[in-house]
């Protein structure tokens, strides 16, 4: 991704750019492709049934994430608040999600996937919340 | 908007809607585009550079309003913690806008609009929340 | 929605709204949240194994339409060819769509009510490029 | 990103990955973010009435690779038509956004930088476009 390459060009960034929410608008990117993929997979598996509940939270990890990534990227001024309630929601949504596809790793390669990927993106949206708190 | 007409035929809601849920879906939905107009029009004013700032809230609380409309359509088994998040942070995504577009209410009328919008639909999120608690 | 109220307040259209765009903006608002309502309830269904082509015709309907309403609110100057592309993709994955779920009409209310959400959709897609056309 | 393995692990798909289609996910999605972070680098710039087309040419570009992605992600069955409509209304909007972004690309990085990666996902849609024609 071109992100930190972009964000290093913000008249408001240049030279000081934060790695911490560099990083997790990457991992926001990534895990909503990364869930938005799953969902669809857990939809052509023949037991769809018991992936229901993992589907719809693939869903709004997806849609959390998507935001976050955009909310993230757009430094918005005097808009931190904003920033930080969606980075924790964030969080909380890809928590939950790779609980749940952690339940269907050892069964479907794509939740095994997916779950890292959620947890990869929590743990990013909870530093790039600390690199905020400065 | 078919909201409430589509929730009531849903198999885990039949009889039982949440009024204030319901509710806060239809204004967030309408939210998301009276901001993305707003950011627009802004962008065709002859001052924009006085409307910086408003642009860009406009579009983060079309952003969060549009996951929030999506998050909290989906019923998410047991997924309230994150319905409960995002209520939250399109709270705040739409107190903040609603406080920066007042500032220029006077001088155009589709901020003096999009700030009702988002106050409204700050309103509904929190009544949403509420009703969730019991 | 507030659609209306806020395009006729844009600097670059005052007194000269589009009424078949704007129609096709509140449409396209309304589909995409139709559409994810349908997708969630047909998750709840005990038949799901029969509607996942169902739910996945949702997904792409509500991304597809969520993407068309902001993209033509926004009347980006020159940017026709852009709004005309999404509206025939629009018209496109509503068609599909309400085809899918038509089939279900007779079982599940969501489903007959989404066909004829998208098959509005769908029309006012068409009668807004008729309406660039001139 | 994770697009690759995690679509070779999709039912549907398991050792029959199309590498076009991938390669053009994984652009619309960098795409999608590129462009959310020019629109916000040119509201940060002194001259910022000069860059309002290039702006609104971001945003628009933004909403539909997201869409884009997510679509092109769900391999939705027989739902071909749409991903190739989609495909086509993103290389016609990454088309017009690297034009005008090329048009302040000496003066400004960031629009360098959107350009190219504008061209980049413009060329992975065309390519993806040609790889479902088979």
Same mark, same amino acid.
């Given at each position: 991704?071109?992100?930190?390459?972009?964000?290093?060009?913000?008249?408001?960034?240049?030279?000081?750019?934060?790695?911490? &929410?560099?990083? !997790? %608008?990457?991992?926001?990117? @990534?895990c *909503?492709?990364? /869930? +938005?993929?799953?969902a669809d997979a857990?939809?052509g598996?023949?037991?769809?049934?018991? &992936?229901?509940? !993992? %589907?719809?939270l693939?869903? @709004?990890? *997806?849609?959390? /994430? +998507?935001?976050?990534g955009?909310?993230?990227t757009?430094?918005?001024?005097?808009?931190?608040a904003?920033i930080?309630?969606?980075?924790?929601?964030?969080?909380?949504?890809?928590?939950?999600?790779?609980?749940?596809?952690?339940?269907?790793?050892q069964?479907?390669?794509h939740?095994?996937?997916?779950?890292e990927?959620?947890?990869?993106?929590?743990?990013?949206?909870?530093m790039a919340?600390?690199?905020?708190?400065?």
């Amino acid at each position: 991704m071109h992100a930190r390459e972009m964000i290093s060009t913000h008249p408001h960034v240049r030279g000081n750019t934060n790695d911490a &929410l560099i990083r !997790c %608008i990457e991992e926001c990117y @990534d895990c *909503a492709q990364t /869930c +938005t993929t799953c969902a669809d997979a857990c939809l052509g598996e023949d037991k769809v049934a018991d &992936l229901v509940q !993992c %589907i719809r939270l693939n869903m @709004d990890c *997806a849609d959390v /994430c +998507t935001a976050t990534g955009a909310v993230a990227t757009r430094r918005s001024g005097s808009n931190e608040a904003v920033i930080r309630a969606m980075l924790e929601a964030c969080a909380t949504a890809c928590r939950l999600c790779a609980e749940e596809c952690g339940r269907h790793a050892q069964m479907h390669d794509h939740c095994r996937i997916c779950a890292e990927a959620c947890r990869s993106c929590e743990d990013a949206c909870r530093m790039a919340v600390q690199s905020m708190s400065h």
